[in-house]
């Protein structure tokens, strides 16, 4: 099956994913997930709030447990409730550790598409991390780049599951025919998981304009952009080379937003690598 094949190009990939959201049995995933991170975005966020909506959630509690006991935080021993595991994380860091969860459990997972899934999943969370560890080391307000870097590549897990819907489904295609696709794909498959997913406008216009750098940009794309850069850099890239590099100029001026010298900019990419060789 060539690249011209006509069973999949972007207009029938967008189309399978808009009937997917159209039917009368698919809701969209991660809904807890993506409420947590609206709950989180607000000015006036109250603690009982944010705790309520993590215990009504076992997957979030889990994680939110799991994280507080983490050696980095668990000088008092283990973490025994939400609450003592706010306190101790923090609200960001709580709000990454549950999106990270919510998107690995239920966005990243396609019967039948391990393999491709499984590569956007590697590239997408490579990328989160790297994306924070970024904004910590800038002295600019960065929030969110950790689920701004996680959700960048949300629309490629939504082409895939929209492979399992038909005319596709019956079909093998070949990876070097999808990944391109996808990619052309991304833009208004973006579009409709934010309209899907009824995304804070603090994060969906971020996502829109992800690929757009110029005098408008803030340290928080700035740090998404560079992030899947590094990511890239380190062996977590998209296959067959269906993205093109980001090219140096942009790469400099996500730097100079971040006000970063290039010298911890080797730093973080240093740290990146070693946090991801304990996942991978």
Known sequence: MGSSDPLLNVAVLVSNVEGMFAAPHFRPPIVPALSLLAL?????????????????????????????????YASAGPAR??????????????????VEAAMTTHVFHASGHELSMDVVRRHSIAAAHVSRLLSRRSSRPAENAFALGLLRNAALAAGIHALNTSPLWSHRIKPAVVWPVLVAARPELTRRLIRAWCLPPSIADRLQ???TVGASTDATQAAVLLGHAIADDLGFSLPYACERPIETDTLELCRAVLGLRLSEVNAVTNDARKLLERFY
Do not use: W
């Not at 989180?40 to 006991?69: I, T």
């Open 40 to 72: 989180s975005q607000m000015p006036s966020v109250k603690f009982a709030d944010v705790v309520a909506l993590v215990e009504a959630d076992s997957l979030f509690r889990s994680s939110a447990l799991r994280l507080a006991s983490a050696p980095g």
């Open 209 to 211: 304009s992800h690929e």
């Open 81 to 98: 409730s939400v609450d003592q595991a706010l306190l101790r994380v923090g609200l960001q860091a709580l709000v990454d550790e549950c």
